[in-house]
């Protein structure tokens, strides 16, 4: 096994994460950003205000984007399983 390949399979790796991480980070971005400005506007600054509606929100997401989610993990822990005879021989 060379850098080369070390390299890509880390690369593959972050890629996958950034992928699968992607929708429920930008979710709860999301309602955090609307949350702080409902926030400002109404001076209302209550912790569970902002807290509640982003795990609401993280629920939601993982229940309709949660088999893809784990669809593409199994996938590339498959793929990586299935290189090792390759990398290691």
Same mark, same amino acid.
């Given at each position: 096994?060379?850098?080369?390949?070390?390299f890509t399979y880390g690369q593959q790796?972050?890629? !996958?994460?950034?992928?699968?991480?992607?929708?429920?980070?930008?979710?709860?971005?999301?309602?955090?950003? !609307?949350?702080? !400005?409902?926030?400002?506007?109404?001076? !209302?600054?209550?912790?569970?205000?902002?807290?509640?509606?982003?795990?609401v929100a993280a629920v939601a997401v993982?229940?309709?984007?949660?088999?893809?989610?784990?669809?593409t993990l199994v996938e590339y822990l498959?793929?990586?399983?299935?290189?090792?005879?390759?990398?290691?021989?």
């Amino acid at each position: 096994m060379d850098s080369q390949q070390v390299f890509t399979y880390g690369q593959q790796g972050l890629y !996958i994460l950034l992928m699968v991480a992607a929708p429920v980070l930008l979710t709860v971005l999301a309602v955090g950003l !609307i949350v702080s !400005i409902f926030q400002a506007a109404t001076q !209302i600054h209550e912790a569970t205000l902002s807290f509640v509606p982003k795990i609401v929100a993280a629920v939601a997401v993982l229940a309709i984007a949660g088999p893809w989610m784990l669809s593409t993990l199994v996938e590339y822990l498959q793929r990586m399983l299935q290189a090792i005879p390759t990398v290691v021989g």
